[in-house]
């Protein structure tokens, strides 16, 4: 894909093939005149990316702390139903929840698509946070209670920064899943805000003939930012993965 995005147009399908055949940028010079929507889908994509992450890990490192700390028995119930929800694909709910949102103004808005990604990404992400809250010493929650923090303030001050490294891994996979999503911008959205995948495979399917060299350039440039993200955060999975070892 990478070395088609850099070929003429005419080369990408030659015989015997080659790595880099007569390079060019092209491609990436005529994504604006070929696809006119791409760059606004594009940003598109980095808003509900941002935003479902954002949104995603308030509610899990929140429910990470009360299924961590709290062991309520009546906190199974919510625990059941987060696992429970998991069983579901996705497609499930689009049926539904579109005259819910025909209804509220949101067709063709971003908010359907932050809403849906985060509800789906919440419990894994919540499971993941609760294995790493687990083996922080509650003890040191309780030191800082004595010395007189509250009890979400000793989460906040000695917990979360312990945190990090889980949080960056889980970031990481939530964006990426939000990222790729390509069911709810398909059915949610029809022209402002459609997110970059679905302009790519619109393209693939023009009836007037397929730019396969803007489709190449398209498609590597919407896999640069999560490339960029994990080669950012590849420490912190390194870590992560680390104490699990460690753990096991």
Same mark, same amino acid.
């Given at each position: 894909?990478i070395?088609?995005?850099? /070929?003429? *147009?005419g080369?990408?399908?030659?015989?015997?093939?080659?790595?880099i055949?007569?390079?060019t940028?092209?491609?990436?010079?005529?994504? %604006?005149?070929?696809?006119?929507r791409?760059?606004?889908?594009f940003?598109?994509?980095?808003i509900?990316?941002?935003?479902?992450?954002?949104?995603?890990l308030?509610?899990?490192?929140?429910s990470?702390f009360v299924f961590?700390?709290?062991?309520q028995?009546?906190?199974?119930?919510?625990?059941?139903?987060?696992?429970?929800i998991?069983?579901?694909?996705?497609i499930?709910?689009?049926i539904p +929840?579109?005259?819910?949102?025909?209804?509220?103004?949101w067709?063709?808005?971003?908010t359907?698509? !932050?809403?849906?990604?985060?509800a789906?990404a919440?419990s894994?992400?919540?499971l993941?946070? /609760?294995?790493?809250v687990d083996?922080?010493?509650?003890d040191l929650?309780?030191?800082?209670?004595?010395?007189g923090?509250?009890? !979400? *303030?000793?989460?906040?001050r000695?917990?979360?920064?312990? +945190?990090?490294?889980?949080?960056a891994a889980?970031?990481l996979?939530v964006?990426i899943?939000?990222?790729?999503?390509y069911?709810?911008?398909? !059915?949610?959205?029809?022209?402002?805000a459609?997110?970059?995948?679905v302009?790519i %495979?619109?393209?693939?399917?023009?009836?007037?003939?397929?730019?396969?060299?803007?489709?190449?350039?398209?498609?590597?440039?919407?896999?640069?930012?999560?490339l960029? +993200?994990?080669?950012?955060?590849h /420490?912190?999975?390194?870590?992560?993965?680390?104490?699990?070892?460690? /753990?096991?």
């Amino acid at each position: 894909m990478i070395s088609s995005s850099f /070929k003429p *147009g005419g080369l990408i399908w030659s015989y015997p093939p080659r790595l880099i055949a007569e390079p060019t940028v092209a491609n990436y010079q005529n994504i %604006a005149n070929l696809f006119p929507r791409f760059w606004g889908s594009f940003f598109n994509s980095v808003i509900v990316t941002i935003l479902t992450t954002l949104l995603t890990l308030v509610m899990a490192i929140a429910s990470a702390f009360v299924f961590s700390r709290l062991r309520q028995p009546w906190l199974k119930v919510p625990a059941f139903l987060m696992i429970f929800i998991r069983m579901f694909p996705s497609i499930i709910v689009v049926i539904p +929840l579109y005259p819910v949102f025909n209804e509220l103004g949101w067709l063709d808005t971003i908010t359907p698509l !932050v809403l849906c990604s985060a509800a789906f990404a919440v419990s894994m992400a919540t499971l993941l946070i /609760k294995t790493f809250v687990d083996d922080i010493p509650i003890d040191l929650e309780e030191a800082a209670m004595i010395d007189g923090c509250s009890r !979400v *303030g000793a989460f906040t001050r000695i917990t979360l920064p312990l +945190l990090t490294p889980a949080i960056a891994a889980v970031s990481l996979v939530v964006a990426i899943g939000s990222w790729n999503e390509y069911l709810f911008p398909l !059915v949610f959205t029809s022209n402002d805000a459609r997110t970059a995948p679905v302009i790519i %495979a619109i393209a693939m399917s023009n009836e007037d003939g397929v730019a396969w060299g803007g489709i190449m350039a398209m498609a590597t440039a919407y896999l640069a930012p999560p490339l960029i +993200l994990v080669l950012m955060l590849h /420490k912190q999975i390194t870590n992560v993965m680390t104490m699990g070892a460690v /753990k096991g």
